[in-house]
């Protein structure tokens, strides 16, 4: 078996690399727009944004949030060798930025009526990462 394979044949996980200061800065309080402005390729930062427009019951804020933060994290997993499927887990912290994207864009695709979307989204979060889905719900 190659290092590129896991034991079902497929690709091996994704794990992106930590990014502590948007983690920090946001557990400190530090404002999510305010991360964001400052680690704009953080999908944490952006994902906080989402759950925030989201609570507030501005679903469409909060699906270009949660878009944004969801391209991002595409972005960073591409330049980490993920080729378009195969495991993100969860269980590795800095992947969690990118699937609570995931889980939020689908949330706020369900609430603003876009079905495929939704869908699509949420299988996609099944297929990365099965814990993630189980405990984003």
Request: charged letters at 25%; a neutral charge; proline letters at 9%.
């Given at each position: 078996?190659?290092?590129?394979e896991?034991l079902?044949?497929?690709?091996?996980?994704?794990?992106?690399?930590?990014?502590?200061?948007?983690?920090?800065?946001?557990?400190?309080?530090v404002?999510?727009?305010?991360?964001?402005?400052?680690?704009?390729?953080?999908?944490?930062?952006?994902?906080?944004?989402?759950?925030?427009?989201?609570?507030?019951?501005?679903?469409?804020?909060?699906?270009?949030?949660?878009r944004?933060?969801?391209?991002?994290?595409?972005?960073?997993?591409?330049?980490?060798?993920?080729?378009?499927?195969?495991p993100?887990?969860?269980?590795?912290?800095?992947?969690?930025?990118?699937?609570r994207?995931?889980?939020a864009?689908?949330?706020?695709?369900?609430?603003?009526?876009?079905?495929?979307?939704y869908?699509?989204?949420?299988?996609?979060?099944k297929?990365?990462?099965?814990?993630?889905?189980?405990?984003?719900?």
């Amino acid at each position: 078996m190659s290092l590129h394979e896991n034991l079902l044949g497929g690709p091996p996980p994704t794990h992106l690399p930590d990014d502590p200061e948007p983690r920090e800065l946001l557990a400190k309080g530090v404002a999510p727009a305010e991360v964001a402005a400052r680690h704009p390729a953080s999908s944490l930062a952006w994902v906080q944004l989402a759950d925030d427009a989201f609570r507030r019951g501005a679903a469409v804020e909060s699906y270009a949030y949660a878009r944004t933060g969801y391209h991002r994290g595409l972005d960073l997993l591409r330049r980490n060798g993920w080729k378009g499927h195969g495991p993100i887990p969860w269980e590795h912290e800095p992947n969690r930025g990118f699937l609570r994207a995931l889980h939020a864009l689908a949330r706020a695709a369900q609430a603003i009526g876009e079905r495929e979307e939704y869908e699509r989204c949420t299988q996609f979060l099944k297929d990365s990462s099965p814990t993630a889905a189980q405990t984003l719900g």
